[in-house]
């Protein structure tokens, strides 16, 4: 049912999932052990706050390129629905653009960052930034990977009728 590409895809998103899955409980735990220390042994712990935030920065980059490949991002359809087809197809157009356009800003960016300021740490963990923001490349090469694979069927023509869903061709 599943291309081989198709396969290779949901095998790495099952890995970016465990990994998302992981840092989530980590946070819990962490963010937990970190109140009840500071409410009832009245001290904090800096670093906790970094490292939480930098599983958080893990959990997105991760997520984000299934959530395109899925088609799941977020988008506001109430105007989608009810436009004709050829509207539709010009919003398909729009969203691609504005995606392929956000994922070289954000790469630019990030390459330019990362150039200038890789080795400068933070300040309570005293880690690189190229490693607190480590998972933004896997991310960002994923994203690409699935335009690549999925622009055929993100700026599909061919509609059916009933609930503005696509077909694929």
């Known amino acids: 049912m599943f291309s081989?590409?198709?396969r290779v895809f949901e095998k790495i998103f099952s890995v970016f999932l465990a990994v998302q899955l992981s840092c989530l409980i980590f946070i819990t735990i962490l963010m937990f052990g970190q109140v009840l220390a500071r409410e009832v042994f009245n001290f904090g712990v800096q670093w906790i706050y970094e490292l939480s935030c930098m599983l958080q920065v893990t959990m997105v980059?991760?997520?984000?390129?299934?959530?395109?490949?899925?088609g799941e991002n977020i988008?506001?359809?109430?105007?989608y629905n009810v436009v004709p087809d050829v509207a539709k197809t010009i919003l398909d157009i729009v969203k691609y653009i504005v995606v392929v356009g956000s994922v070289a800003m954000?790469?630019?960016?990030?390459?330019?960052?990362?150039?200038?300021?890789?080795?400068?740490?933070?300040?309570?963990?005293?880690?690189p930034n190229y490693l607190f923001y480590g998972a933004f490349p896997f991310g960002i090469l994923m994203i690409i990977?699935?335009?690549?694979?999925?622009?055929?069927?993100?700026?599909?023509?061919?509609?059916?009728e009933r609930d503005g869903e696509e077909v694929e061709a």
């Open 4 to 6: 081989r590409i198709e």
């Open 106 to 127: 954000m790469t630019y960016g990030y390459v330019l960052y990362i150039d200038t300021l890789a080795f400068t740490k933070s300040p309570a963990l005293r880690m």
């Open 75 to 79: 988008r506001i359809s109430i105007v």
């Open 145 to 160: 990977l699935v335009l690549i694979f999925r622009t055929p069927a993100m700026l599909n023509v061919k509609r059916s």
């Open 61 to 70: 980059w991760l997520g984000l390129p299934a959530l395109l490949y899925r």
